[in-house]
């Protein structure tokens, strides 16, 4: 059974530090990798979507990696900004599942302070 | 306007109470799912509809129903709600481009006392 772990659970930075946000997974049979964010009471907003076949994705200040071998995805926030405060979660779609049936990360919880 | 619409918001209702809760979306997707988000839980698939005519079940859907009244529109019914639904429900799209990319909508708060 695929396992997706996020950590740290919560990270906080000060303004214009750069993020790094980890998500580890144990089965590297996946057809994508998806990033999202969730403001508190608020629904998740699709960051950058990874496909098997790539290594990155890039938008804007954002970039998302994908290691397959090590079981790895990393986001990358370059110079973090209040509004970059949020829980961040990763999604991984199987290639043996039906589409949508996603296997999320707990998320990690980020505040940047000003 | 958001894409992906659920109404209810919030929801406060008492054991053993029929709940409706909808999605409506403007994306012309034809996939459309629904999903529960617990603390410590993450989400999990409760329900999944590729069309009109095909409604699938996902991880957790005993004590869950589903309509899908049209292309756009997919509805979750809680036949007689319990305290243990009480959680965050999204609604969520998928295009026929096979991407595999998700769009959620706000999600609908339900509490169950």
């Known amino acids: 059974k695929q396992e997706v772990t996020q950590i740290p659970a919560a990270l906080s930075v000060p303004e214009g530090e750069n993020l790094v946000l980890n998500c580890s997974f144990t089965?590297?049979?996946?057809?994508?990798l998806q990033w999202f964010r969730q403001d508190p009471g608020k629904g998740l907003t699709s960051l950058l979507l990874?496909?098997?076949?790539?290594r990155e994705q890039t938008s804007g200040r954002l970039n998302a990696s994908l290691d397959k071998s090590s079981g790895r995805s990393t986001l990358y926030i370059a110079a973090s900004q209040p509004g970059d405060s949020a829980t961040y979660l990763c999604?991984?779609?199987?290639?043996?599942?039906?589409?949508?049936?996603?296997?999320f990360g707990a998320g990690t919880q980020v505040v940047v302070t000003p | 306007d958001a894409d992906v619409t659920q109404t209810p918001r919030n929801r406060i209702t008492k054991t053993g109470k029929r709940i409706m809760l909808e999605c409506s979306q403007t994306k012309g997707h034809d996939r459309m799912y629904w999903y529960r988000q617990d603390p410590g839980l993450g989400l999990r698939l409760i329900y999944y509809s590729f069309d009109v005519k095909d409604i699938n079940k996902g991880e957790i859907s005993d004590g869950y129903s589903v309509s899908r009244q049209a292309q756009a529109k997919f509805s979750l019914s809680l036949e007689s709600a319990i305290p243990n639904q009480t959680a965050l429900y999204f609604c969520?799209?998928?295009?026929?481009?096979?991407?595999?990319?998700?769009?959620f909508g706000e999600g609908s708060r339900l509490t169950v006392l």
């Open positions: 990874i496909q098997s076949s790539q």
């Open positions: 999604a991984l779609l199987m290639t043996t599942d039906s589409w949508g049936k996603l296997q």
């Open positions: 969520a799209t998928s295009g026929s481009e096979n991407t595999g990319e998700l769009f």
């Open positions: 089965d590297s049979a996946i057809y994508n």
